[in-house]
């Protein structure tokens, strides 16, 4: 998930289909998505419209991603999040030729829209500090693809500053350590999101999953010296 770099256009066979290996950059596609066209209907209050993204698209198959929908904390396709609040993404894709035996993964990236500054990861392929190579497949979100299928990715809330983004996208085989995309999509998908009142100026908004508050009794917060005495 690196610079966008202009690559040329290959032609790979899956049982008699042909099918674009690399292309860049991959011409629009109006309503295919709900980021096809840009969000100028979704704006941020005094923000300017989106910049063109360079956006570009590297594919090898024989997985294929169909459509990218975001949806905000209504449920509802947009391209305007809020900070705290969950959102999904929902990649629909379907598989030309022999399905692979490897479970299907998926690696995402949020970049700043405007300097491209990476903001955040996540990726399914490599094994985890929790992990070891025997319980990697055990992972309840390495499942095995289908002729066609949607992959459902929920967030419990927007960690990101308000701001505009692009979002880069990619769908791969589980192998820990491989970047060999089915097809990744990069640059690809703009969108804001607002905080509200909340004047983020991290990065980042990095939620714990709880807060409590424990009474101390004065008997307890004594040292033991204090006790003796």
Known sequence: ???????????TAFDGAEVLAT??????RPHSTVFDPPVASESIEGAAPLAGTGKSVFRRGPILIDSVTMLNHQGKPSTHLTTTRPFELRIAY???GAIPDETLGVAIAINRLSSLEPILQW???????DETRETFDDAPFRVRPTRRGVIELAFDYAPLQAGEYVLSLGLLPNAPGTWEFYEYRHLFYPFRVSDGSLCVGAPVF????SVAFRQIEEADALSPQQRVA
């Open 23 to 28: 292309v860049s950059p991959l011409p629009d």
């Open 123 to 129: 990726y399914t392929q490599f094994i985890r500090p």
């Open 94 to 96: 379907h598989c030309i």
């Open 1 to 11: 998930m690196g610079d966008a770099t202009a690559a040329k256009a290959e032609l």
């Open 206 to 209: 990095f939620e714990p999953s």
